[in-house]
C-alpha cells in the first residue's frame, strides 16, 4: 500500500522538516564546543532532538488549531488535511520517543531534554497569548545548545554557556519578526538588536590570532541579517516570511561563528547546512 504524497507532504509541512538542518547544527555546535566524543553519542543526540524538535512542531499547530481556524485556514488541520487528533498524538508521541533516546546519553543530557521539552509545550501553548513567547522560543535553542554540549566530553562549559546565550539573542530577534506573521502591526527596529548579541560574544572570547576568523565570520553572518531583513523593511513587496526563513536558515552561520576557531572542513558542515535549511525551504515553508 503506497503513501499519499498529499498526505506526506502534510506530515512534511506540519514538522517545519526545512529547519532540520538548523537544529543537527546546533547539535554539533554544542557537541563540539565540549570537545566532541563517541560518534554514537552524536547520532543518538541528533535522532533525539530531531524527535523533540518535529513533536514540538506538531504540537504548535495543535494548540494553534483553533486560531488557525479563524486566521489561517490554509493550514493543515482547518484545511482538514490532517485530523487535530492525529497531530495530537504524533507530536506527544515523538516528545516521548525523543526523550527516551536521550536516556544512554545520561541524567544531565536527559534532565536537559526535559527542561527542552517543557520549554517547548510552553512555547507552543502561550505563543499566540503573550508578547515575551520570543524569549520563550530563544529557550528552546539555549537548552538544546546546552544539552548538547552536556552529550560531549568536556560536557557543560562556560564557552557553550555563552554561545547558548549568544544563540538565544538570535532567536529572539527572528522569533520577533516571526510573530509579526499573525499579527500585523508596525515593527520597532529596537527589539532586532538581539541578532548581534554572537557577534559581541565572538568579538569578546576571540583574541589573538583568532580574532581575525573571528571578525570574518562575524562580517558573513552580518551580511546575511542585512540581507534578510531587507525584506522586511523594503516599502513594496514586504516579506517577512522570507526574512524569517533566512534568518532561521542563519542559525547555521551563527553556529559557525561559534566554532570558527576549528579546522575549514567543520566549518564546510555548517555551510552545508546552511545551504540544506535554505535548499529546503524551496520545498516545505519554515514557518
Known amino acids: 500500500m503506497g503513501t499519499n504524497p498529499a498526505f506526506l507532504r502534510t506530515l512534511l509541512i506540519l514538522g517545519r522538516v526545512s529547519n532540520l538542518p538548523t537544529v543537527w547544527s546546533n547539535c554539533l555546535a554544542g557537541w563540539l564546543l565540549a570537545d566532541g566524543g563517541e560518534a554514537w553519542r552524536l547520532a543518538v543526540l541528533l535522532l533525539a532532538s530531531s524527535c523533540l524538535y518535529i513533536g514540538g512542531m506538531y504540537l504548535n499547530d495543535a494548540f494553534d488549531a483553533g486560531f488557525d481556524r479563524q486566521n489561517r485556514r490554509a493550514r493543515p488541520i482547518p484545511s482538514n488535511h490532517i485530523s487535530e487528533a492525529l497531530v495530537w498524538r504524533i507530536g506527544f508521541g515523538l516528545i ?4 527516551l533516546a536521550l536516556l544512554p546519553l545520561g541524567i544531565r543530557v536527559t534532565a536537559l531534554g526535559v527542561l527542552l521539552s517543557a520549554s517547548i509545550i510552553i512555547y507552543d501553548a502561550v505563543h499566540k497569548a503573550v508578547a515575551f513567547s520570543p524569549i520563550l522560543m530563544a529557550l528552546c535553542r539555549f537548552f538544546l545548545l546546552l544539552m548538547a554540549a552536556a552529550a560531549g566530553n568536556a560536557g557543560l562549559t ?8 549568544a544563540l538565544a539573542g538570535w532567536i529572539v530577534g527572528l522569533s520577533y519578526v516571526a510573530r509579526r506573521e499573525a499579527f500585523l502591526g508596525p515593527l520597532a527596529k529596537w527589539p532586532l538588536v538581539a541578532l548581534a548579541l554572537p557577534l559581541v560574544l565572538a568579538y569578546l572570547i576571540n583574541d589573538g590570532p583568532w580574532r581575525m576568523a573571528g571578525l570574518l565570520f562575524s562580517l558573513l553572518l552580518l551580511a546575511w541579517a542585512i540581507y534578510c531583513l531587507r525584506f522586511t ?13 533566512g534568518l532561521l536558515a542563519g542559525i547555521c552561520l551563527v553556529d559557525l561563528l561559534s566554532i570558527s576557531p576549528l579546522s575549514p572542513v567543520v566549518g564546510l558542515v555548517f555551510v552545508a547546512l546552511f545551504l540544506l535549511s535554505l535548499f529546503g525551504q524551496r520545498f516545505v515553508p519554515a514557518t
Open 96 to 99: 516521548g520517543v525523543g526523550l
Open 233 to 245: 523593511f523594503q516599502q513594496e513587496n514586504r516579506n517577512l516570511q522570507r526574512t524569517v526563513g
Open 158 to 165: 562556560g564557552t557553550a554557556l555563552w554561545t547558548a546565550i
